[in-house]
């Protein structure tokens, strides 16, 4: 995953912005000063100064202002670009992750729901499934919440279903866990079946809900 810009990077930004809204100023204030005294002595005797001066030093003075404002906006410009260019690259990074996240979320989803339809019709012959339920993952949410792409920090609906679907994924978890911890201690029970299915089917509606929201948010995201 490529890294967000460096605080070096930043703060250099922000210092080219802050020196250049430095330079407007001081224009305008030079451009003040040079109107109080366009019409004094003290004008012509700078005009003289420089007429006096030899052409090669004149234009040298000339050009070597004229470089230096051009290569401080042409440096600023750049840390502008690379700035975005950076967090463009991360953002989608990010969201990329994402997607593969939620790809497989569903898919283990799908699995999970297949495996208990299959128990459920299998336990009143006494039979049952020994694989267990596979987890979800709620990666996507930790991904996103520490470093937030711009597609969703400008999207609150969007941001808020990421959230409810990381909720979604951690109460299908426990349920999970729940229905887990009960088929390995209590198998000897003698009502086993009838407990066991209720679990599967609570859980068969709890998967089919979070698939559905996670498969709209897949189309947004």
């Keep these: 995953m490529e890294r967000a810009p460096s605080t070096a990077s930043i703060f250099s930004s922000v210092a080219g912005i802050l020196f250049g809204l430095f330079i407007?100023?001081?224009?305008f204030i030079v451009a003040a000063i040079f109107k109080n005294i366009a019409n004094s002595e003290i004008s012509n005797h700078i005009l003289v100064a420089f007429s006096s001066l030899p052409p090669e030093w004149l234009s040298g003075f000339i050009s070597?202002?004229?470089?230096?404002?051009?290569?401080?906006?042409?440096?600023?410009?750049?840390?502008?670009?690379?700035?975005?260019?950076?967090?463009?690259?991360?953002d989608n990074a990010i969201l990329s992750s994402a997607r593969h996240e939620l790809?497989?979320?569903?898919?283990?989803?799908?699995?999970?729901i297949s495996l208990l339809n299959s128990e459920?019709?299998?336990?009143?012959?006494?039979?049952y499934i020994v694989m267990p339920l596979v987890p979800l993952s709620r990666d996507i949410w930790e991904l996103v919440k520490f470093n937030l792409p711009r597609?969703?920090?400008?999207n609150p609906t969007l941001l808020e279903q990421v959230c409810d679907?990381?909720?979604m994924l951690g109460n299908l978890n426990e349920g999970v866990q729940s229905r887990e911890n009960f088929r390995i201690n209590n198998q000897l029970m003698s009502?086993?079946?009838?407990?066991?299915k209720i679990y599967n089917e609570l859980l068969l509606?709890?998967?089919?809900q979070t698939l559905m929201e996670l498969e709209k948010l897949q189309d947004v995201l």
């Design 151 to 154: 597609k969703l920090s400008k």
């Design 103 to 112: 790809k497989a979320s569903c898919g283990n989803i799908r699995t999970n």
């Design 191 to 196: 009502n086993y079946n009838e407990r066991i």
């Design 24 to 27: 407007v100023g001081l224009v």
């Design 120 to 127: 459920n019709g299998i336990l009143n012959k006494d039979k």
């Design 205 to 208: 509606g709890q998967m089919k």
């Design 64 to 90: 070597g202002i004229f470089a230096t404002l051009i290569g401080f906006f042409l440096t600023l410009s750049w840390d502008i670009f690379k700035f975005y260019r950076d967090q463009y690259v991360r």
């Design 165 to 167: 679907t990381s909720y």
